[in-house]
């Protein structure tokens, strides 16, 4: 298994943008729904949003309007624009299968963190 690359994070104030991105393998990218998944201190990974292999997206609700996924499917890359940044997004984020019987090893995650 290749574990996914994730890229794009950093520090930001509240209000700003960010564009992550995350590389994953072939074998779990092809013809799979894509999941940002994200972790902040102390709590457990949470999903973000979701899309299918042909572009279907869902968001959880706390980032509807602000966050949008996508994905190049030739470059095996899944993105996450994310706008309107708030204090409670800080949080580590990884990208995987979203059917856990797809999912990989996760990767090391990239940190977002939103300041006031």
């Known amino acids: 298994q290749v574990q996914p690359v994730e890229s794009g994070g950093g520090l930001v104030q509240a209000g700003g943008s960010l564009r992550l991105s995350c590389a994953a393998s072939?074998?779990?990218?092809?013809?799979?729904?894509m999941a940002w998944y994200r972790q902040a201190p102390g709590k457990q990974r949470e999903l973000v949003a979701t899309?299918?292999?042909?572009?279907?997206?869902t968001y959880t609700n706390s980032v509807k309007g602000r966050f949008t996924i996508s994905r190049d499917n030739a470059k095996n890359t899944v993105y996450l624009q994310m706008d309107n940044l708030k204090l409670e997004d800080t949080a580590v984020y990884y990208c995987?299968?979203?059917?856990?019987?797809?999912?990989?090893?996760w990767g090391q995650g990239t940190q977002v963190t939103v300041s006031s």
């Open positions: 899309i299918t292999s042909s572009g279907l997206t």
């Open positions: 995987n299968a979203f059917q856990l019987f797809r999912r990989v090893s």
């Open positions: 072939v074998s779990i990218f092809s013809d799979t729904a």
